[in-house]
């Protein structure tokens, strides 16, 4: 049954009961009424015989019919729910009786017309629901009614065409359970809590609950915004954490696990992201980019594996490298020193880049000048104390998000080293030291924090357990080091 938002919401309204003699129409209402308030057929104090033309006898029914819409627009006011018993718009009854024979062609148009007035002057109208129920023919053939066999079929293409106009208006049965489906107690928050789910469920809500018009649940977005979901709160970063379940960190997330970029769903998506994606900071298309470094490196990572043209986002990042060799998202106001966290994930989108498309002289060159600003600083010191430059730079996460660690940083010069060819900067040698110091007695490595915030789904089992991701990331790290360091031992 289609619902409309006005009716899910438990306002007031009109609901027509309609239907050929023997459907029941009259039954239903006295079961199912509630506190409704009824309207029924009516019979006119003075006949329609003694009128000498079809247009006055029309003119005769369209006022009667008029006047009963006029009741239940009055009792709407002091009710929720007003039941008609049959349409006040009786337009479809002409229509019916032509054609099955029971009336002319002139006198279904005497009765088009007449409605038409009345129906612009707003004294006609269309229900705000209307419950059709046409039994079977046989039903009625054993019931003997001859003209609602004949009436069931023009009575079912009027409201098909009702239907075809607005979908939520029409429902084909009576509900055995009464006016039970209009009652909204709790439904808004059941539905906040579903729409809260994975995108699986969450598109399926909206438009099977919702009624939300395709264009808007498919558009390509996860939990409806770029860089923050929709509906988003400040307080939420505040007492939970950044939430992560917004485009940009689902497309990376598919991109670090590896789907397919040539399938017809990675293309459908990325297109409908370009399409109708607009990022939270000034509305720019997602795949022109947002202003801060950090997030740039990002989009640059999953555009090129994507397949999307990023070449404006690597020049502007080229032109943002700082001074030191790296970026810095802070450098919009003022910085002048890089970090850590920004150069990492500017390094990964041009190497990404790079793996796409072969780069530029210009994009492998600040690609180098960012790399050497980590290597400078043993991917963890401060460049003139020594001293580690975050606390967390020796912790390992998953996932990263956009935040640094070693390990994180020994993986792109791994993944680097696999493009180039280059064989392993001696300077990475402590932050390797430090990973294989991690390794647990049987053999993995713990996961020590996961950055907190919204997710789809959880991928590890928790801080201070171990975890598959980090110590896939660990060894593969010690394998290309280990193995890269025996090639060039002088007994290797």
């Given at each position: 049954?289609?619902?409309?938002?006005?009716?899910?919401?438990?306002?007031?309204?009109?609901?027509?009961?309609?239907?050929?003699?023997?459907?029941?129409?009259?039954?239903?209402?006295?079961?199912?009424?509630?506190?409704?308030?009824?309207?029924?057929?009516?019979?006119?104090?003075?006949?329609?015989?003694?009128?000498?033309?079809?247009?006055?006898?029309?003119?005769?029914?369209?006022?009667?019919?008029?006047?009963?819409?006029?009741?239940?627009?009055?009792?709407?006011?002091?009710?929720?729910?007003?039941?008609?018993?049959?349409?006040?718009?009786?337009?479809?009854?002409?229509?019916?009786?032509?054609?099955?024979?029971?009336?002319?062609?002139?006198?279904?148009?005497?009765?088009?017309?007449?409605?038409?007035?009345?129906?612009?002057?707003?004294?006609?109208?269309?229900?705000?629901?209307?419950?059709?129920?046409?039994?079977?023919?046989?039903?009625?053939?054993?019931?003997?009614?001859?003209?609602?066999?004949?009436?069931?079929?023009?009575?079912?293409?009027?409201?098909?065409?009702?239907?075809?106009?607005?979908?939520?208006?029409?429902?084909?049965?009576?509900?055995?359970?009464?006016?039970?489906?209009?009652?909204?107690?709790?439904?808004?928050?059941?539905?906040?809590?579903?729409?809260?789910?994975?995108?699986?469920?969450?598109?399926?809500?909206?438009?099977?609950?919702?009624?939300?018009?395709?264009?808007?649940?498919?558009?390509?977005?996860?939990?409806?915004?770029?860089?923050?979901?929709?509906?988003f709160e400040a307080r939420e970063w505040q007492e939970l954490g950044q939430p992560w379940t917004a485009t940009a960190f689902s497309l990376s997330q598919l991109r670090e696990f590896g789907l397919d970029p040539s399938s017809g769903w990675a293309n459908r998506a990325v297109e409908l992201i370009g399409t109708n994606s607009r990022w939270d900071h000034g509305g720019e298309p997602y795949w022109e980019g947002e202003v801060e470094e950090?997030?740039?490196?990002?989009?640059?990572?999953?555009?090129?594996?994507?397949?999307?043209?990023?070449?404006?986002?690597?020049?502007?990042?080229?032109?943002?490298?700082?001074?030191?060799?790296?970026?810095?998202?802070?450098?919009?106001?003022?910085?002048?020193?890089?970090?850590?966290?920004?150069?990492?994930?500017?390094?990964?989108?041009?190497?990404?880049?790079?793996?796409?498309?072969?780069?530029?002289?210009?994009?492998?060159?600040?690609?180098?000048?960012?790399?050497?600003?980590?290597?400078?600083?043993?991917?963890?010191?401060?460049?003139?104390?020594?001293?580690?430059?975050?606390?967390?730079?020796?912790?390992?996460?998953?996932?990263?998000?956009?935040?640094?660690?070693?390990?994180?940083?020994?993986?792109?010069?791994?993944?680097?080293?696999?493009?180039?060819?280059?064989?392993?900067?001696?300077?990475?040698?402590?932050?390797?030291?430090?990973?294989?110091?991690?390794?647990?007695?049987?053999?993995?490595?713990?996961?020590?924090?996961?950055?907190?915030?919204?997710?789809?789904?959880?991928?590890?089992?928790?801080?201070?357990?171990?975890?598959?991701?980090?110590?896939?990331?660990?060894?593969?790290?010690?394998?290309?080091?280990?193995?890269?360091?025996?090639?060039?031992?002088?007994?290797?």
């Amino acid at each position: 049954m289609g619902i409309s938002d006005q009716q899910k919401r438990g306002a007031k309204l009109i609901v027509v009961v309609e239907g050929p003699s023997a459907a029941g129409k009259t039954t239903w209402i006295a079961r199912h009424r509630d506190d409704a308030a009824v309207i029924g057929e009516i019979t006119p104090d003075q006949p329609a015989a003694g009128l000498e033309s079809i247009e006055a006898v029309a003119d005769y029914w369209a006022h009667v019919n008029a006047g009963r819409w006029a009741m239940a627009v009055e009792a709407e006011q002091q009710s929720k729910i007003v039941l008609c018993d049959t349409d006040p718009f009786k337009l479809h009854y002409a229509r019916c009786l032509w054609r099955a024979g029971y009336a002319t062609v002139s006198e279904w148009r005497a009765a088009r017309d007449a409605n038409r007035k009345l129906f612009v002057a707003q004294r006609l109208g269309i229900a705000d629901l209307i419950l059709v129920s046409i039994p079977d023919e046989s039903i009625l053939a054993t019931r003997r009614l001859a003209d609602s066999v004949q009436l069931a079929e023009p009575l079912r293409d009027w409201y098909q065409a009702v239907s075809q106009l607005d979908s939520t208006r029409v429902s084909w049965a009576l509900p055995t359970g009464g006016l039970a489906f209009l009652d909204n107690s709790g439904s808004d928050a059941v539905i906040d809590w579903l729409l809260e789910a994975d995108p699986s469920i969450r598109w399926q809500v909206m438009r099977d609950l919702q009624d939300i018009p395709e264009s808007e649940w498919r558009d390509g977005q996860w939990a409806g915004g770029a860089f923050l979901p929709s509906g988003f709160e400040a307080r939420e970063w505040q007492e939970l954490g950044q939430p992560w379940t917004a485009t940009a960190f689902s497309l990376s997330q598919l991109r670090e696990f590896g789907l397919d970029p040539s399938s017809g769903w990675a293309n459908r998506a990325v297109e409908l992201i370009g399409t109708n994606s607009r990022w939270d900071h000034g509305g720019e298309p997602y795949w022109e980019g947002e202003v801060e470094e950090c997030i740039n490196g990002r989009i640059v990572a999953d555009g090129a594996y994507f397949g999307v043209d990023v070449s404006s986002i690597v020049g502007r990042l080229l032109g943002e490298r700082l001074d030191d060799g790296g970026w810095n998202c802070e450098r919009i106001n003022g910085s002048v020193r890089s970090s850590f966290a920004t150069t990492i994930n500017v390094l990964e989108g041009l190497l990404e880049y790079e793996r796409a498309t072969g780069g530029t002289a210009e994009s492998q060159v600040a690609r180098r000048s960012g790399e050497e600003y980590l290597l400078e600083r043993s991917l963890f010191r401060r460049l003139r104390t020594g001293e580690p430059a975050g606390e967390r730079f020796l912790s390992f996460a998953h996932p990263s998000r956009w935040h640094y660690d070693v390990l994180r940083a020994l993986d792109y010069f791994l993944s680097a080293a696999a493009l180039t060819g280059a064989a392993p900067d001696p300077r990475l040698g402590e932050a390797v030291d430090h990973v294989r110091s991690r390794r647990l007695e049987k053999g993995g490595w713990l996961l020590d924090w996961t950055p907190p915030g919204r997710v789809w789904f959880e991928v590890d089992d928790g801080a201070s357990e171990p975890s598959r991701w980090v110590t896939l990331r660990a060894m593969r790290v010690l394998r290309w080091w280990d193995s890269t360091a025996c090639r060039q031992s002088p007994d290797g």
